[in-house]
C-alpha cells in the first residue's frame, strides 16, 4: 500500500551483471522482508531484517530502520533470479505486513 | 525452510456461492495470516489471527468473510456469499510470534465466476 514504494518497477539484467532494489518507507518499520515470487507464484522468503545486513550468496540485503528503506542486492545475476522480487514492511504494533508493489527482474542471457 | 500448504490450489465456483479456503501452518506457528493478491497486482493484508482470535483485519476483509482454526486443524478462509471482484490468489501465512518471520504458502488461486 502506501505505506512501501518500491523501485524500480522492472528490471533487465544481463548474465553476470548486479544491481539493487530499493523500498523506502513512509511510516515506522520494525522490520522488513524481502520475498521472489516465481513463475508458479510461489513466495519464496530471501531475508528477514529488523536492522544492519544481511547476506546470502549473491543476495545482500539491507535495513535502515532510521532513514526508512531496505535495499537487495543482487550479484553476477542468473537465469534463474528472473521473478518479481516484493519488499514487506512491518509496521510496529500490527502484526501485519505492508507489501510493495514488486521489481520484475528478466535476467538474460 | 518451513513449509505451509494451501489446499485446494485452484477453486473454480459461481458467484454466490460458499467457498472455504485451507491452510495448513507451520507445525508450531502461532500467528496465522490471510493476504490477497489480484492478478498482476501487490499482495494485501485480509487478517491475522491467534489464539483462536482475529486480531487485526483491512477493509478488504468484508463482512462475507470469516476465518477460523478449530482444534487445531486446518486454518480456514471462508468467503460467503462469493462475488466477482473475490477473484484472486489467496496466500496465508504463518509466524511463530509476532513480528517474526512469516512463511508462506503456495497460494489458492480463485475464480468467481
Known amino acids: 500500500g502506501d505505506q512501501v514504494e518500491q523501485s524500480p518497477s522492472a528490471l533487465s539484467l544481463h548474465e553476470g551483471t548486479s544491481s539493487a532494489l530499493r523500498c523506502n518507507f513512509t511510516?515506522?518499520?520494525?522490520?522488513v522482508q524481502w520475498f521472489r515470487q516465481n513463475s508458479r507464484g510461489s513466495l519464496i522468503n530471501l531475508f528477514y531484517l529488523a536492522s544492519g545486513t544481511k547476506e546470502n550468496g549473491r543476495l545482500k540485503s539491507a535495513f535502515d530502520s532510521k532513514e526508512l528503506y531496505s535495499t537487495l542486492h543482487i550479484r553476477d545475476a542468473q537465469l534463474e533470479d528472473s521473478g518479481t522480487y516484493f519488499c514487506?514492511?512491518?509496521?510496529?504494533?500490527?502484526?501485519?505486513?505492508?507489501f510493495g508493489s514488486g521489481t520484475k527482474l528478466t535476467v538474460e542471457p | 525452510g518451513p513449509k505451509v500448504l494451501q489446499i485446494p490450489s485452484h477453486q473454480i465456483i459461481d458467484m454466490g456461492q460458499m467457498v472455504t479456503l485451507n491452510c495448513d501452518p507451520v507445525s508450531n506457528h502461532l500467528y496465522f495470516y490471510w493476504y490477497k493478491q489480484i492478478l498482476g497486482q501487490q499482495m494485501e493484508f485480509l487478517v491475522n489471527?491467534?489464539?483462536?482470535?482475529?486480531?487485526?483485519k483491512s477493509k478488504l476483509f468484508k463482512d462475507q468473510f470469516s476465518v477460523e482454526r478449530p482444534d487445531g486443524s486446518y486454518f480456514t478462509l471462508k468467503i460467503q456469499p462469493t462475488a466477482l471482484e473475490d477473484s484472486a490468489v489467496y496466500f496465508c501465512?504463518?509466524?511463530?510470534?509476532?513480528?517474526?518471520?512469516?512463511?508462506f504458502g503456495p497460494g489458492t488461486r480463485l475464480l468467481v465466476l
Open positions: 501465512a504463518s509466524s511463530p510470534g509476532p513480528g517474526d518471520t512469516q512463511y
Open positions: 511510516t515506522t518499520t520494525r522490520s
Open positions: 514487506a514492511a512491518e509496521v510496529p504494533n500490527y502484526n501485519v505486513l505492508y
Open positions: 489471527f491467534y489464539n483462536g482470535k482475529v486480531m487485526e
